[in-house]
């Protein structure tokens, strides 16, 4: 992440990182709206997303575990690259 240093403030450029703005519980409810709890259950294999789902309790798992997060992060990339792909096509 680019900084741009000012006398009072440190800009950060985050123009590269594409989750800048996107909030844990944002990206887990658009995936759900795409997958649902069945699918996403199948591409991450984690407990929260197969065994009673919930929103809340994925957050809290997902806030607490960083692979975990890091894979949802992951999938969500995926989708939003391959769904900007198929908008240009």
């Not at 575990?65 to 894979?71: C, Y």
Request: aromatic share 8%; net charge negative.
């Amino acid at each position: 992440m680019k900084q741009i240093h000012n006398s009072k403030f440190i800009i950060h450029d985050s123009d590269n990182d594409p989750l800048h703005g996107v909030t844990l519980k944002m990206m887990l409810v658009e995936l759900l709206e795409q997958y649902g709890w069945e699918q996403m259950g199948r591409a991450i294999e984690i407990r929260c997303f197969i065994h009673e789902p919930s929103i809340a309790s994925s957050l809290k798992f997902l806030r607490r575990t960083p692979w975990a997060r890091d894979k949802v992060e992951e999938l969500y990339l995926r989708w939003k690259l391959e769904d900007s792909e198929q908008q240009r096509s």
